[in-house]
């Protein structure tokens, strides 16, 4: 069992989902649905539980409220455990406004956020390929959460009330991730949701031999790209470059993954362990 648990008491004052909804005007407002009809019914059962929702139908009003997310953590000693729900596309995020918020606009204030919470903070995603956050996380930096619940597909509305609810009324009482996911794809008879930790998604990033075949056609690409633009380079075969451009990108992501302790805040286990003399 993997329990993902809030700070230690005396840190907290308040834990709870915070809902972030952007949906259009014909859109079920499921965000509203999901906080009034099951997760206020949660704090009543549980006096340290609270729920927000906060309807952000805007980029600008959506990236303030990962602000206000902030500042509840840092003035509040609030611990958000965040949910979203909006359409989701190939980088971001489709808001009711019919713009695009996207992945790497809201990493920043992600890493800030799960920094605040010493590497505890928790995403769950109801938008249809949620997945698609993989291609903005900066290995270079901080993990910008601990782990996300997302799928890789389209998900229809009825599916997508079916696996919440079944994950919210798993997860606010165990804190067991792993259990939640499995509940909420049980629900809908199929496994859509997947729960992805931050060592998967560096190691996905940062490991040429995760996929294959995936790595070997960027590889392709790249070769393909530099053998039309430089004409020098055509003094060689072509798999003479392509085996040089993969060389080269594999000494790249080997230095990468040195900042693997840094990513997944192992510097701050070890400051923990030194604090407690254990």
């Not at 930790?197 to 995760?210: A, K, L, V």
Request: proline share 4%.
């Amino acid at each position: 069992m993997i329990q993902e648990m809030p700070m230690e008491s005396e840190t907290v004052k308040k834990l709870g989902p915070i809902i972030i909804e952007s949906l259009g005007a014909s859109d079920k407002k499921t965000g509203e649905i999901f906080h009034t009809e099951i997760l206020k019914y949660k704090t009543f059962e549980n006096p340290n539980l609270t729920s927000r929702l906060i309807v952000a139908d805007t980029k600008e009003s959506f990236l303030n409220a990962l602000s206000e997310i902030v500042r509840s953590i840092r003035e509040e000693r609030f611990f958000p455990i965040l949910h979203i729900e909006s359409h989701g596309c190939d980088d971001g995020l489709y808001l009711g406004s019919k713009e695009t918020v996207t992945w790497s606009e809201m990493m920043p204030l992600f890493v800030e956020i799960n920094t605040l919470l010493h590497n505890r903070f928790i995403v769950s995603l109801g938008a249809c390929y949620g997945i698609n956050f993989l291609s903005a996380i900066d290995i270079t930096k901080r993990a910008p959460f601990r782990c996300v619940i997302a799928t890789t597909q389209a998900i229809k509305e009825t599916n997508l009330i079916e696996a919440f609810e079944a994950y919210f009324d798993s997860y606010y009482f165990t804190f067991d991730i792993i259990e939640s996911v499995k509940r909420m794809n049980s629900a809908i008879g199929s496994d859509m949701f997947f729960h992805v930790s931050q060592e998967y998604c560096f190691d996905r990033i940062t490991d040429p031999d995760m996929n294959p075949s995936r790595f070997k056609d960027n590889i392709k690409k790249i070769a393909t790209e530099q053998y039309t633009l430089n004409p020098e380079l055509r003094n060689q075969s072509f798999k003479s470059l392509l085996s040089q451009t993969e060389d080269k990108a594999r000494a790249g992501l080997r230095e990468a993954r040195k900042n693997r302790p840094v990513f997944c805040f192992e510097d701050f286990k070890e400051k923990a362990k030194d604090l407690s003399g254990q």
